[in-house]
């Protein structure tokens, strides 16, 4: 089984030329693999910021250990990692 995560980064939704490739490759993929696991991630809706300093500081700090700012920078990366 395969699992395969599609990021969409294009702002442009119907007229994006990424979109429609990357649409056509995800249904080849479902065609030949139809027990994969697909995930997407439209950077376009749903943004994710950008990493500052507190993010990576918080990434390489035990769970245990990190400062209440830590762990609201942590927050996205955590929630993104569950799904």
């Avoid at 439209?42 to 830590?70: C, V």
Wanted: no cysteine.
């Amino acid at each position: 089984m395969k699992r395969i995560l599609h990021i969409i980064s294009s702002p442009r939704t119907g007229a994006s030329v990424s979109r429609k490739l990357g649409n056509t490759v995800v249904e080849k993929i479902k065609e030949k693999y139809p027990d994969s696991i697909f995930k997407e991630r439209d950077l376009a809706k749903a943004p994710f910021p950008h990493l500052e300093e507190a993010h990576i500081n918080s990434f390489f700090t035990a769970a245990q250990s990190r400062s209440p700012e830590q762990e609201r920078a942590n927050e996205n990366s955590e929630e993104l990692i569950a799904k």
